[in-house]
């Protein structure tokens, strides 16, 4: 079955550590994208990636970082300069400027 | 990208028409209004998107006023398992940005 996989499911993070959130997608999708949702909110984007060896800095992007030198995958980083990071993590993924996006089933960071 | 406005919860009887609004007053020619869902704790979920014409497919209903201002999401039976936050977004098909940007967005709770 095509579609995106995020790992873990759940995640705890120690003060000063870095943490990576896993999302592969095996659908051929060119563009994808991290959100972040905070309880009883709406989703706020961190970055976005419309091509390989390229990204972009969404609304909240500091604190974080990314990398994409694979189409399939798209690894996002959790630094220790993120102050607040317990949140629930989104990874998505859709075909070039087609806007139909297609969501992992998200990552649960919490703080230990 | 045009901002929405939607109410932040509704309920709806089981088996009814449930009728979701969303207003977005500033909204452009080339802008295309979408809808999806995110039930609890999983990723959103595409329902559907239009233009300017009404739309439906197998999930629902979307209704644009003629100005284009607002629109409505039906979901024609509604079931418990449409119960879910409806999220309300517009933005250009080619958007050179990449963002899609999700407000509060509507809990609709379906009641038995």
């Known amino acids: 079955d095509g579609g995106i996989t995020q790992s873990p499911k759940y995640l705890f993070r120690k003060e000063g550590q870095n943490v990576t959130l896993s999302c592969e997608q095996n659908l051929n999708h060119d563009a994808m994208y991290w959100y972040r949702q905070d309880p009883g909110q709406g989703l706020r984007l961190i970055y976005y990636?419309?091509?390989?060896?390229?990204?972009q800095k969404g609304d909240i992007a500091e604190g974080y970082s990314v990398s994409r030198e694979k189409k399939e995958s798209f690894p996002l980083t959790v630094t220790s300069a993120q102050k607040n990071p317990t949140a629930f993590y989104l990874c998505?993924?859709?075909?070039?400027?087609?806007?139909?996006?297609?969501f992992g089933s998200g990552t649960q960071l919490s703080v230990l | 990208d045009a901002k929405t406005t939607q109410p932040p919860s509704m309920d709806c009887a089981e088996g009814r028409a449930a009728n979701l609004p969303c207003n977005h007053s500033t909204i452009s020619g080339n802008e295309y209004v979408y809808w999806y869902r995110q039930i609890h704790s999983q990723g959103p979920q595409y329902i559907i998107h239009g233009l300017k014409n009404n739309e439906t497919n197998e999930m629902a209903s979307l209704i644009i006023t003629e100005d284009r201002k607002s629109s409505t999401l039906i979901l024609p039976h509604a079931t418990l398992r449409d119960t879910a936050v409806y999220y309300c977004i517009v933005r250009a098909i080619y958007n050179q940005g990449g963002k899609l940007i999700f407000g509060q967005g509507t809990e609709l709770s379906v009641k038995p």
């Open positions: 990636s419309q091509i390989v060896n390229d990204f």
């Open positions: 998505a993924s859709s075909i070039g400027r087609e806007e139909k996006l297609f």
